[in-house]
């Protein structure tokens, strides 16, 4: 895959990440506007339950097809990151594999301690100087 299509492609994260927001969002309206209908017009043990099967025979896809787009949007934003995630992603595996094939860098971290070191050492020995 080329850089192009990959910056392409992290643009379009942002896109598809709402489209899924959005489909969520409709999909839970749809269920609960079907849900509160089939309540307050067939929700009494008194109402005619030919009525209420009726209603759930011929608006049943509303909610089968509502439930299952919010189980699929649902489930894709658990794991679709976001653009500034794949960014980050992206550069934190390239640098952590740049790190783990550069012998050099393996060196800093003694050096930066041994600078430390020398330099706290430095520190308190000017401290023991001033107080005599």
Request: neutral net charge.
């Amino acid at each position: 895959m080329t850089n192009y299509q990959k910056i392409y492609w992290l643009t379009r994260l942002d896109s598809l990440q709402g489209f899924l927001i959005g489909l969520l969002c409709i999909s839970c309206i749809v269920l609960f506007v079907w849900y509160l209908i089939y309540m307050m017009e067939y929700g009494s043990a008194y109402d005619d339950k030919e009525d209420a099967d009726a209603y759930k025979k011929n608006w049943k896809w509303h909610r089968v097809l509502s439930f299952v787009f919010a189980i699929i949007s649902g489930i894709s934003l658990i794991f679709i990151p976001s653009r500034d995630e794949a960014i980050m992603i992206l550069a934190g595996g390239k640098t952590m594999d740049y790190i783990q094939s550069d012998t050099s860098l393996n060196k800093l971290p003694y050096q930066t301690t041994q600078i430390i070191s020398e330099y706290l050492d430095k520190k308190i020995k000017d401290l023991k100087t001033d107080k005599k």
